[in-house]
């Protein structure tokens, strides 16, 4: 197995999309740094759950990733521990929707500090170690908010689209040392923070909650499902692979069709 023994941060891997991709990656016997917010115990769980399914060695850093000293901390307790971060996936990220007049600027910065600068800051940290091994996977998870824009978004798009432009950047300084860096763009995703909209939304707008999914959430999306973690996992894995090796600088849109009209 290509991916057996490496190791990889996933950041904001305690829920949802980073969970799906910290699943899939251990699958292919990849140590792994899980990374986010939560209650300790849980966590604790699904660290234990990696190990035991996988067979692999998992453990948790509670790095804030806005705050640029806690990723590099995040970063030396990985190398301590696998010697060198072959895959960073840059996934955390939080959203604040208001129309751009009234948007406030303290949100603007968290959104700017979490969705876009700890990219760059975890980046330049794990660089010089891949450089070594003249082997790297960056996997960012940018949004089809990183190739296009919504009403009200104005700090997530921005965002979004920056790392879109930083992944291009890092593809083409990093190409000379067997580094790729590639960005994976969802449409709406099944994860837990998206189901817990449902009932609030099919209330407000007095429709059920099957109508919401269909109406509201999957609106855009030609094929009417949620992208789902598992698929995201797998082009994690597909993107990590040597099949993927020239693969390099691309916003790759997983989103049922969304961005393709
Ligand atoms: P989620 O809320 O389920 O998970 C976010 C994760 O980030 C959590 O583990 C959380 O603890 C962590 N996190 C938040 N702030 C952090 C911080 N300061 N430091 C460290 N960890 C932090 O969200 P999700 O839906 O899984 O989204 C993950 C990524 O995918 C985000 O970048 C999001 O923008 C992107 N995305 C999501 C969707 C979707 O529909 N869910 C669509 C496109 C892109």
Known sequence: MVLKSKSAIITGSTSGIGLGIAHALAKE????????????DEIEDERLELEKTYQVKA??????ISKPQEIREMVKTAE?????VDILVNNAGIQHVQ??????DEKWDAIMAINLSSNFHAIKACVPGMKKRKWGRIINVSSVHGVIASPYKAAYVSAKHGVVGLTKVAALDLAPFGITANAICPGYVDTPLVRKQ????????????????????LKDQFIKEFVNVQDLGAMTVFLCSDAARMLTGQALCIDGGWTAH
């Open 80 to 84: 301590k521990a696998f010697d060198v």
């Open 59 to 64: 453990i948790y850093s509670q790095a804030d």
């Open 198 to 217: 449902i009932p609030a939304q099919a209330k407000e707008y007095k429709i059920s909650e099957s109508e919401v999914i269909e109406k509201v959430l």
């Open 29 to 40: 016997g990849v140590n792994v740094v899980i990374n986010g917010f939560g209650q300790r």
């Open 99 to 104: 129309p751009i007049d009234e948007f406030p």
